[in-house]
């Protein structure tokens, strides 16, 4: 039996892809271990997003080749590298990377077994050159009975409801290495939803890259950049939501990577009218400078930006807004960061993280002036963090004395309906409520991001509460 180890990088889309492969790899009878020294294959499933994610990347990929070199045991072991590395530099990868046995591309995850065994078939003789299977752009996209093996907690789980992005963002790669928009049937997507459900699965996380754009890739009239979500012109993200909250059970549907071009009051009223759809959105706004906001294409206005989070704010009650924005994105000045800070310090987003611009080759964005030196991009990271972790603690601190539901991750440790999986804050509580269940607690504390709980109906005591800020 052929044993097969993974290591996955990036984001959830990413993941999702590793959890197909494991799904493919168990349906061929191979045995997936944690170890790489245990295994007969190791795939690296590499995200090159921007700068440092590439790095980390490639830093995986020497390591498990240095590893293997080690060790007699491993030095048969075959070495494949997936995913957006893989599939953005598809034609030099090879030629850079000769260490590799092969390359794999995002519409091969399904192909993952057999391209194995075509491996091992293939002695790696004296002159060997890595195989690349990439076959061009990706179109493919996973459907609900697609073979999948979750690598998440039993709890909760990321679902793909689309791949690829149709905006033109000049600081963005994402489009050229994850194809057009290709959304899934409502159908597909329900029927995944509800075996997570049977699963046992609290938190059912919606991913893709515009989660906003859902089903408009299908509507005869092809929505223009600031088409509002309106489901009587086809397929939409409120049909989607209205039948997932219509699912027997208790369990959470969260919003991620929502594009603000796509929102509108039937989404909005959707989102109220669901009490399954987590009082949590994420929306990347990457900045509010309109100079800024033209240059990056983002297909928005501040003037848009800020009616429509009136808006949200307005016709869901209790909402937690989650955003990120780019700092030292080319022909910035101090002017459009004072905006920026000024804006955040109005709008008090309840979660907010920061990027630093990555000049990413192939962008329109890598070739504008004048590009931000390095020192400026982490002096203005640094300032617009400050701000955030003042709000943030302020925030914090509004939640003191409220009773919350929330979803316990791990012993002692939990997430509210305002916190994502990996990205936002936690919530602290005794160990003794059950780990993947829902609880109601009482807010006795904070510390920044993070919350300090009891369970409900407890009061707190001196001794508890010194236990629970150790
Ligand atoms: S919406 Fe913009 S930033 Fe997001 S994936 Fe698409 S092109 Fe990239």
């Known amino acids: 039996m052929i044993k097969v180890s993974l290591i996955s990088l990036g984001c959830a889309k990413n993941l999702v892809d590793s959890e197909i492969m494991v799904g493919h790899l168990h349906q061929a009878g191979m045995l997936v271990v944690p170890e790489a020294e245990k295994a007969d294959v190791v795939i690296v499933n590499t995200c090159s997003f921007i700068d440092s994610s590439k790095e980390e990347s490639i830093g995986h990929i020497l390591e498990m080749h240095e590893q293997r070199g080690m060790r007699k045991r491993r030095k048969h072991q075959k070495l494949i590298v997936a995913g957006c590395m893989s599939q953005r530099f598809a034609k030099d990868l090879p030629n850079a990377l000769p260490e590799v046995d092969a390359f794999i591309g995002l519409d091969q995850v399904n192909k993952v077994a057999p391209i194995i065994e ?8 004296a002159n060997h050159v890595p195989v690349s299977f990439i076959e061009g752009r990706s179109t493919w996209i996973p459907d609900y009975d697609t073979p999948r093996f979750r690598l998440t907690p039993k709890h909760f789980a990321y679902l793909k409801i ?3 992005c149709n905006h033109p ?4 790669i994402i489009p050229q290495i994850r194809g057009r928009h290709r959304s899934r049937t409502v159908a597909s997507v329900v029927a995944e939803a509800r075996q997570l459900v049977r699963e046992g699965v609290k938190e059912i996380n919606l991913i893709s890259q515009d989660t906003t754009f859902f089903g ?14 309106d489901s009587s012109r086809g397929t939409a993200l409120t049909t989607l939501l209205r039948e997932l909250n219509a699912i027997e059970g208790d369990f959470w549907i969260r919003l991620l990577y929502t594009h603000p071009a796509h929102w509108s009051d039937e989404l909005i009223r959707t989102i109220a009218a669901c009490p399954k759809v987590a009082r949590y959105i994420d929306i990347p706004l990457q900045h509010i400078s309109d100079r800024m906001l033209g240059l990056m294409q983002r297909e928005t206005t501040s003037a848009y930006i800020r009616d429509l989070i009136r808006r949200i704010r307005a016709g869901i009650p209790g909402i937690a807004i989650r955003t990120t924005f780019i700092v030292g994105f080319p022909g910035e000045t101090e002017a459009d960061v004072d905006e920026l800070c000024e804006f955040i310090r109005e709008t008090r987003f309840e979660r907010l993280g920061v990027f ?12 504008m002036e004048p590009q931000v030196p390095r020192k400026v991009k982490e002096a203005r990271w640094h300032r617009v963090m400050a701000l955030q972790k003042e709000i943030a603690a302020e925030v914090s601190e509004a939640y003191v004395g409220q009773t919350l539901k929330i979803l316990v991750e791990e012993p002692g440790v939990a997430r509210g309906e305002a916190d994502a999986p990996d990205i936002d804050g936690r919530v602290y509580l005794p160990i003794t409520v059950p780990v993947g269940e829902f609880a109601t607690v009482k807010i006795t504390g904070y510390e920044d991001y993070d919350l300090l709980a009891l369970p409900a109906g407890e009061e707190p005591t001196t001794r508890k509460v010194a236990r629970q800020a150790q």
Do not use: N
């Open 118 to 125: 075509e491996i091992f078939a293939r002695e790696r003789g």
């Open 356 to 367: 630093r611009y990555s000049q990413e080759e192939g962008t329109r964005a890598a070739k």
């Open 162 to 164: 689309a791949e690829g």
């Open 216 to 229: 408009m890739d299908t509507w005869e009239q092809r929505p223009s950049p600031r088409t509002p979500v």
């Open 169 to 172: 963002c000049t600081f963005c």
